[in-house]
């Protein structure tokens, strides 16, 4: 019998912990979206005697969660497919090409990833305001690329910069444009970037709030999180209808994080070469 290492058990150990910290509060979350308010103030750890869907009819209807569910999936694509495109393009060029304000391009995009979204979001209001951008989803859509951006070139400068040379020379020879360097070469052996900020990406638009709070108020074009604010009242607030919405806007997150993880690790020796 193999034996195991008391420094393994250790790391096993602090994993479960630590899986349990992050599943336990999303399951009880499940387990009361079932239950009654009365039921949540009574037994909130119990099993739901009588699991009811009520919850989620309700807080599907009343909450207009599935337009708002489809403004959420509208500007989370636009934003995810155009800040991988133009990320890394931008990302290629600063990398991979050689002039005298490469370094100083890529300071310029990182400088972007130190500005809290507090800190524009009244001058940006204001400016869109004024080319009727506000309570449109262009409007979210603009501030959510320019947010996503940084972060992605500046990982997509770290892939491209570690690829070998030896495979853009062998290009050059061939007689391959820069184009054809960059999507047939460069992008493919970069997949992994292009998933991990693409993750990111989407998943911190999807639990974006402040922007889509302040930007729109018309309920046909609200996103999730701006719905799901409407369970919280000033004097009252229906906790088993909430959970229930809340339940709602995570299942799209979980799905696509459960869908692309493992092409995540599956790229990880996409670039590889052999010496």
Not at 38 to 49: G, H, V
Not at 124 to 144: D, E, Q, W
Not at 250 to 273: E, H, K, M, R, W
Request: charged share 10%; net charge positive; proline share 5%.
């Amino acid at each position: 019998m193999k034996k195991v290492s008391i420094p393994k058990i250790i790391i096993y150990i602090f994993l479960i912990i630590m899986a349990f910290i992050y599943l336990a509060p999303l399951v009880w979350v499940f387990n009361v979206s079932f239950k009654t308010n009365s039921e949540i103030f009574t037994a909130p750890f119990a099993l739901p005697k009588a699991p009811t869907f009520e919850n989620f009819a309700f807080a599907w209807s009343a909450g207009k969660l599935g337009i708002a569910t489809l403004n959420s999936f509208i500007v989370c694509i636009v934003t995810l497919l155009l800040s991988m495109i133009i990320g890394s393009m931008a990302a290629f060029g600063i990398a991979r090409m050689r002039w005298k304000l490469s370094k100083l391009s890529l300071t310029y995009f990182l400088i972007g990833m130190m500005i809290p979204v507090h800190c524009v979001m009244i001058p940006l209001f204001t400016r869109f305001a004024k080319v009727s951008l506000t309570n449109s989803l262009v409007g979210l859509i603009l501030p959510y690329l320019t947010f996503a951006l940084p972060i992605t070139i500046f990982i997509m400068v770290g892939f491209f910069e570690s690829m070998p040379n030896e495979l853009i020379e062998s290009a050059c020879i061939d007689g391959a444009t820069i184009f054809q360097i960059f999507f047939k070469v460069c992008l493919p052996l970069g997949k992994t970037g292009l998933f991990v900020t693409g993750l990111m990406t989407f998943i911190a638009n999807w639990n974006e709030l402040l922007l889509a709070m302040v930007f729109i108020s018309d309920d046909l074009k609200k996103t999730l999180p701006v719905s799901l604010s409407k369970f919280v009242g000033p004097y009252n607030t229906n906790y088993s209808q909430m959970f229930a919405a809340i339940i709602i806007a995570i299942i799209p997150t979980i799905i696509v994080y459960c869908a692309f993880s493992n092409q995540i690790v599956d790229g990880l020796t996409a670039g590889a070469v052999k010496g």
